[in-house]
């Protein structure tokens, strides 16, 4: 531009030279000047809005991506499932927290609640919160609350509902014991902060806890040798049995019971307290009487959902199958759902579609009895009962869940 500006110049010096008229030549040398002048300007203005326009898009860039890292990945996946539309918005939005807690045991949380926040912004959820989530309500949430009380092992698996019911309530109630929260059962939005945060705790059975669960597992520590007391109350003799089952079997003893303690407790290879593994005195060779079975099955219906319940009118999901199995005349050891997934002892069914009337549905933490034409028989702790399963060969939970089928035959 600067060879061309000169070259101007000097072609107005040759007509004003050659003419009498200077004075428009100078007024035409003075525009060119201008015109030069602009353009230098425009290009460094273009220039510098280049240079912010690229900062600005690095900045976005960043901020994006700390946003997505913040949020879970299914929460911002439970956010799109319930609403497509709104979850990207919340999931990139940049919101904080107005309300700092003042309560201890929610100080200083700082990443998963912003994504529980941002979740209830969600159209879905907007309307939600006025007031807590109380016991036998309905929400459009309860799904969300049941999967991550289920997640930290307060809540037997199983396929989430929404309706706020008594094992639901009672999981809370446990949450809220173990985090220093006040335990009233109800998912106020303090404890929904803390189970939503990275401090929520997987749940731990300790000293002082009571019921049929404890029972079961004071009687499988007594059947593997274990100085035991069966009271139904976690005492020090049973923390002090569990400390020695935890040497015994390779593990740090700290006489607290958790979901991956449980497991290695009902496990087949379990170690008895002379250190030998535990051998069964079961029968291997039995003959299911699948009829038998699925008639006393059928019986049960409407019976009360209870952890570790295996009695008439009290069952969980291992509880239920256990009861009718010895009822029907085919003996066999109490298992957990793990201990149905670990053990060797019976055939398994990797295809759902390829069970068969009488056979021991398993799913991640879940088990029932299949009565055929797509349909089980199991103890619900999301509805509170046994009940008929219907279409679990259709239905994308159980399809998601499914582990295999053992067969008794």
């Not at 299914?74 to 956010?79: L, N």
């Not at 009271?231 to 923390?239: K, R």
């Not at 290695?264 to 009487?289: I, M, P, R, W």
């Amino acid at each position: 531009m600067k060879k061309t500006f000169n070259r101007s110049l000097e072609e107005i010096g040759n007509i004003a030279a050659g003419s009498s008229t200077v004075k428009r030549a100078a007024v035409y040398k003075k525009r060119l000047h201008a015109s030069a002048t602009r353009a230098r300007m425009i290009k460094i203005m273009a220039f510098n809005a280049a240079c912010l326009v690229a900062v600005a898009i690095s900045l976005m860039i960043v901020l994006d991506k700390q946003n997505k890292q913040s949020i879970p990945a299914y929460y911002v996946k439970e956010m799109e499932r319930q609403n497509p539309l709104s979850a990207e918005k919340s999931a990139t939005s940049t919101t904080q927290i107005q309300t700092e807690p003042q309560d201890p045991a929610i100080d200083n949380i700082t990443v998963v609640e912003v994504a529980f926040e941002r979740m209830l912004s969600a159209s879905k959820f907007g309307d939600l919160y006025s007031d807590d989530i109380q016991p036998k309500m309905e929400s459009d949430f309860l799904p969300v609350l049941q999967q991550r009380l289920m997640e930290l092992h307060y809540l037997e698996r199983d396929e989430p509902t929404t309706f706020y019911g008594t094992a639901t309530e009672t999981a809370v109630r446990e949450f809220q014991a173990q985090h220093g929260l006040e335990a009233t059962g109800v998912a106020s939005y303090q404890t929904l902060l803390v189970m939503f945060s990275e401090k929520a705790a997987n749940k731990v059975i300790s000293v002082g806890q009571e019921g049929q669960y404890i029972s079961n597992l004071q009687e499988r520590l007594a059947q593997l040798g274990y100085d035991v007391r069966e009271s139904g109350i976690f005492d020090e003799p049973m923390q002090s049995a569990i400390c020695a089952f935890q040497l015994n079997n390779g593990f740090d003893a700290t006489g607290a019971l958790d979901q991956e303690m449980e497991e290695a407790l009902f496990a087949e290879g379990a170690l008895c307290a002379d250190g030998s593994a535990y051998k069964s005195a079961v029968d291997e060779n039995q003959t299911l009487n699948v009829s038998a079975l699925v008639d006393i099955a059928y019986q049960q219906l409407g019976a009360k959902y209870v952890r570790g319940g295996r009695i008439p009118g009290m069952f969980d999901c291992s509880g239920l199958v256990y009861y009718c199995l010895k009822q029907s005349g085919y003996e066999i050891d109490y298992m957990t759902s793990s201990g149905w997934r670990g053990t060797r002892k019976y055939a398994f069914v990797a295809d759902m579609d390829e069970l068969q009337v009488g056979d021991i549905c398993m799913f991640d933490g879940h088990v029932g009895i299949y009565i055929g034409y797509g349909k089980m028989i199991d103890a619900s702790s999301n509805e509170g009962m046994v009940r008929i399963s219907s279409d679990i060969t259709r239905n994308s939970y159980w399809r998601k869940n499914w582990i295999g089928g053992r067969r008794l035959l």
